[in-house]
C-alpha cells in the first residue's frame, strides 16, 4: 500500500483503532473502509457481529480471513465488561458509536435510551481522558432539536431566513420539547455526553472529536422487521419504508410527512470521518456537522421517491395507493415529538478538513434500494407465502 499522506502532507501512521459498536450501521462501513483503504488495525467491539461477518470470517473460496491481522472481534457489552478498559489503553483512538438510537424506543424505553446514550457512554470518555487516549465519539443532529424557526407563526417571512433554521455547530441552540415528550430522552442524553466529553477537553486535556450525523442512510441500516429483526419493531424510516416496499404495503406517513430531513449517503459520511481519523490536527476540539445539506426533502417527498426509485430498479409496477397517514401516537405511542427541518451547516467541516458531500438522494437511494431487493425480496416472499395461523 502506498504512503498514505495526511491534508498537510505528513506522511500517517498505521494505529490501532478501539471501535465500538462496530458491528452496527455505521460500524460496518467504518471497517470495511479502513481495512480496504488504510494499513489501521480495528479492535471491534459489539454485541452483535452480523453485520462484519464478512471482514472477520473465512471466504468460502480461500479460506482464510480477508484480514486476519488487522480486524479483531470482541463480543462485549460495555454496560459491564471488565475488558474494556485493556481494550481502549491498546489502543490509539477509540471511537465509540455504541446506542439506542431509534426513535420508536426514545420515548417508549427511556430510561434504556438515557442509560444507553449517557452513562454507558461515561466509562468509555473516563478511559480516553485517563489514559490520556484520543476519542471520537458519534452524537447526532437531533442535539438540536427543533428550528428556532418553527416557532415562528406559519406565514412569517422569517421561515424562509436561513439564520432560523440552518444548524451551525457553534451558535445554534438545542431546542426540545417538555419532559412528558419523551422523545427528546435521547437527544438529552446525547447532549449531556457533548458536554461532559467538551468539558474533560477543558479542565483535563482530553483529544475528543464530536460527529453529528444528519441521518445517514445505505445498505444494512436497521433491519427488515420479522427478516432480520422483530416482527413488531420499528426502525428508522429507510428501514421502514423499504419494508413496506418489500411486502407491497402502502408506505406510513406519521403525521402527514411533513417533517423534513437532509439525507447523506453513508459512503459519503465515511469519508469524512476517515478524514478525523487521520487529521487528528485539524479534528481534535471539534463538533462536526456531518450531513448533506443538499439532499433535503419531506418524508412525504422521500416516499414519493423511494416508490419510483424501487418501481425503476425491481421493474415492479408501484402500488395504487402507495402512502397512508398515521398519527404519531398510533405509530410510535405517547409521547411522540419531532424535529421539523434539518439542514447541515458545513463551514467547520469545511474549513477543518476540505469535506463535502458528494452523492444525490436519487443516486443513493437507487443503490440502496437495489441493495435492499436484492438481499431480502426472496425471503420476504417466502415469509408472506407462509399461511398465517388464525
Ligand atoms: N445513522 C445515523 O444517521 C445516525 C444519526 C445520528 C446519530 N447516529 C449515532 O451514530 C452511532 C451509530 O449509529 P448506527 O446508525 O450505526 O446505529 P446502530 O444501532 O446500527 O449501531 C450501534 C451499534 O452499537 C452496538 N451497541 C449498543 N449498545 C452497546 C453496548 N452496550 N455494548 C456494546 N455494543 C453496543 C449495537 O449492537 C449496534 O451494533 C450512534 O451513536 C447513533 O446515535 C447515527
Ligand atoms: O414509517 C415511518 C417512519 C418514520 N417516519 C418519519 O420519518 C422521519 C424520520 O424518521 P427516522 O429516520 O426514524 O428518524 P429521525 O430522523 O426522526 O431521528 C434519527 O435522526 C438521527 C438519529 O439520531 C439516529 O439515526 C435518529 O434519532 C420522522 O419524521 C418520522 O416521524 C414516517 O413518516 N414513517
Redesign the pocket.
Known sequence: MAQRLDLDGKPIKAITICMIGAGGFIGSHLCEKILHETPHKILALDVYNDKIKHLLEPDSASGTAPFPDRIQFHRLNIKHDSRLEGLIKMSDLTINLAAI????D?NTRPLDTIYSNFIDALPVVKYCSENGKRLIHFS???VYGKTIGSFLPKDSPLRQDPSYYVLKEDTSPCIFGSIEKQRWS??CA?QLIERLIYAEGAENGLEFTIVR????IGPRMDFIPGIDGPSEG?????A??SN?LLRREP?????G?Q?Q?TFIYIKDAIEAVLLMIENPARANGHIFNVGNPNNEVT?RQ??EMMTEVYAKVTGESALEKPTID?S?KE??GEG?D??DK?IPDMTIINKQLGWNPKTSLWDLLESTLTYQHRTYAEAIKKVLAKPTSS
Open positions: 438510537c431509534t426513535p420508536a426514545y447526532t443532529c437531533e435521547y437527544a446525547k450525523p444528519f441521518n445517514w420499528v426502525p428508522r424510516v429507510l421502514c419504508f413496506a408506505l406510513k406517513l406519521v403525521d410527512g417533517s430531513r418524508v422521500l416516499a398515521v404519531s405509530f410510535y411522540y419531532d424535529s434539518r
